[in-house]
C-alpha cells in the first residue's frame, strides 16, 4: 500500500517491471471492474516520493472498461516499472495489462519493491544522504527490544571485534605512552608529536567503542530517553572525526619533522622544532573543528511511527528512531573535499617526507663517499629506511576502505553484503591502534627506550 493523492489515504498497489526487447513507442491499456491508475516509471519506483522518476501517467482517458491508456516510448537494456494502483482506498480487484509495439515485451511482478535510501513511510519520510554510516549498516540488523543474547551472529561478531579493538588499541597506546613519555626522545618535536598521538589513538578507539555501544543499545532498547538519543547522535560521529582527522596529521607531522632534519642536518634547532610542535598540537584540533564545525548541525533523531490499522481505527504499535544526517549538494560537496584533505593529504605528507629522506640521505652520502654512485646509495637508503615508506603505505590502504564508503551513494543497499560494509568500516580505524607497530617496533632506540621504562615500571611496582 501507499499513498497516491497524498497522506490522508492509502491504497493498494502492485509493482510489475517491463523488460523491452526492442527500443520503440508502445501502448499500454487495461481492462478492470474496479477504478483504478497507472504510472510508469524509469529505474526505480520509491512509494514515499512519487514524482520521482515517472515518465508518464494517465487517468481513465479511455471509454468503457479501459480503465487507462498511454503510449511512451521506451528503450531496450533500461528498467521501466509499470505501477497499477487502486483510486480508492481499500478496494481491490482483478485487472488484465494489454500492450502493442514494435516488438514482443514481457512482464515481470514485483513482489518487493523497496528503496533502502528512504527510511519511513508515507508521509513521514527521511531521504537518507550520501556516505555510508555505522548506523546505516547496522540499522536493519539489530533486533529491537531483544537481548544480546538472540541478536544475529552479525551483531555478535561485531560486538566481539569492537572489543577486541578496543583491549588491542588500549594496549597500543600504553606502550607508546611508556615510550615516549622518556624525556630524551621528547627534546626533539617528533617525540611529543608521537607521544601526543599515543593519547589521541586512545581517544579515537574509544569514540569508536562509544559509538558502537550506542547505536546498539539505542536500537535494542526503545524506551532510551529521547534526549539522550538526540544527544548522542549529535556528539558522538563529529567528535570520531576529530580524533580520527587529529591522529592522522600528528603522524604526518612525524614524517615531515624527520624531513626537516634531514635537510637541515647539523643546522636542526632542538629547541625551535619543541616549540614549533607544541603550537602545532595546540593549533591542529582548532583547525580540524573549524572543517567540521557544521556537522552537529545536520545530525538529528528522526522517528516516525508504525501503524496498524484495527477496524476503523489505525494504531500506533511502535516508534522507530534513527540517527540520520540531511545534507545539501553543496555541503556533501564541501564534506568530501574536507574528506579528501584529512585522508590523503596526511597521506602525501608521509610519503613525500619519506621519498625526500630517502633521496636527501643519499645525496649527502653520495658527495661524502664517491666510491658509489647516486643511484646505489639510493638503494642502499631504501634498504635502510624501507619502514619510512612502508609505513604510510599500509596507513593509506588501512583508511581507503572508510574513503571509500564515506563517498558511495546513500541509495547502495547496504542490507545485501552488511558483513562487506562493517567489515571494511572496521578495517579503516585500526591505523588508530597501529601507532606502536608502526613507529616504535622499526626503531631500535624506542624498542630500547621502552624497555627501560618497563625496568623501571617494574622496579616501582615491586618497592
Not at 493523492?5 to 502492485?14: L, Q
Not at 494517465?58 to 491508456?69: A, G, M, R, T, Y
Not at 567503542?209 to 550506542?214: E, K
Request: proline content about 3%.
Amino acid at each position: 500500500m501507499y499513498s497516491n493523492t497524498g497522506c490522508d489515504h492509502s491504497t493498494y498497489y502492485e509493482a510489475i517491471q517491463v523488460n523491452v526487447n526492442e527500443s520503440g513507442y508502445y501502448n499500454f491499456a487495461s481492462n478492470s471492474s474496479i477504478d483504478i491508475l497507472i504510472t510508469m516509471y524509469k529505474d526505480d519506483f520509491n512509494p514515499s516520493d512519487t514524482l520521482k522518476n515517472l515518465i508518464s501517467k494517465d487517468d481513465n482517458s479511455c471509454p468503457n472498461n479501459h480503465q487507462f491508456s498511454f503510449s511512451v516510448y521506451l528503450e531496450i537494456s533500461t528498467k521501466y516499472i509499470l505501477i497499477v494502483t487502486t483510486k480508492n482506498p481499500n478496494v481491490t480487484g482483478s485487472f488484465s495489462i494489454i500492450v502493442s509495439g514494435v516488438s514482443n515485451i514481457t512482464l515481470e511482478r514485483l513482489i518487493e519493491n523497496h528503496d533502502e535510501c528512504v527510511i519511513g513511510g508515507l508521509c513521514n519520510v527521511q531521504t537518507k544522504g550520501i556516505g555510508i554510516t555505522l548506523d546505516d549498516i547496522l540499522r536493519y540488523e539489530i533486533n529491537r527490544n531483544v537481548t544480546l543474547k538472540n541478536q544475529s551472529l552479525l551483531i555478535k561478531m561485531s560486538v566481539g571485534l569492537t572489543i577486541t579493538m578496543f583491549l588491542l588499541g588500549l594496549i597500543n597506546s600504553i606502550l607508546s605512552l611508556l615510550t615516549f613519555q622518556n624525556e630524551n626522545l621528547r627534546k626533539v618535536g617528533c617525540g611529543i608529536y608521537l607521544l601526543a598521538s599515543s593519547i589521541t589513538s586512545l581517544l579515537t578507539i574509544s569514540m569508536f567503542t562509544i559509538n558502537f555501544w550506542f547505536i546498539l543499545l539505542t536500537q535494542m532498547n526503545s524506551s532510551i530517553n529521547l534526549s539522550v538519543r538526540r544527544g548522542g547522535c549529535i556528539s558522538i560521529e563529529p567528535l570520531l572525526k576529530l580524533f580520527l582527522y587529529f591522529d592522522t596529521w600528528l603522524n604526518a607531522c612525524v614524517a615531515i619533522e624527520r624531513a626537516i632534519n634531514v635537510y637541515q642536518g647539523i643546522q636542526f634547532n632542538k629547541e625551535k622544532s619543541k616549540r614549533l610542535a607544541r603550537w602545532v598540537i595546540f593549533i591542529l584540533p582548532f583547525c580540524i573543528t573549524a572543517t567540521i564545525i557544521h556537522e552537529p548541525l545536520h545530525h538529528n533523531i528522526f522517528e516516525y511511527p508504525v501503524k496498524e490499522k484495527m477496524g476503523y481505527e489505525t494504531k500506533i504499535i511502535e516508534i522507530h528512531r534513527w540517527c540520520t544526517i540531511n545534507y545539501s549538494r553543496v555541503v556533501q560537496d564541501y564534506n568530501t573535499a574536507i574528506l579528501f584533505i584529512h585522508l590523503i593529504g596526511p597521506f602525501i605528507a608521509n610519503l613525500f617526507s619519506a621519498l625526500f629522506i630517502i633521496l636527501g640521505t643519499a645525496r649527502q652520502r653520495s658527495l661524502a663517499q664517491t666510491s658509489q654512485n647516486y643511484i646505489a646509495h639510493i638503494r642502499a637508503q631504501l634498504r635502510e629506511h624501507k619502514q619510512l615508506v612502508i609505513s604510510p603505505a599500509i596507513l593509506l590502504i588501512l583508511s581507503t576502505p572508510r574513503l571509500i564508503i564515506s563517498l558511495l551513494s546513500g541509495c547502495v543497499k547496504v542490507s545485501d553484503k552488511p558483513w562487506l560494509y562493517l567489515c571494511a568500516y572496521f578495517i579503516s580505524f585500526t591505523p588508530s591502534i597501529l601507532v606502536f607497530i608502526v613507529f616504535v617496533v622499526p626503531s631500535e632506540m624506542y624498542r630500547k627506550t621502552l624497555k627501560e621504562s618497563l625496568r623501571t615500571w617494574q622496579r616501582r611496582i615491586r618497592h
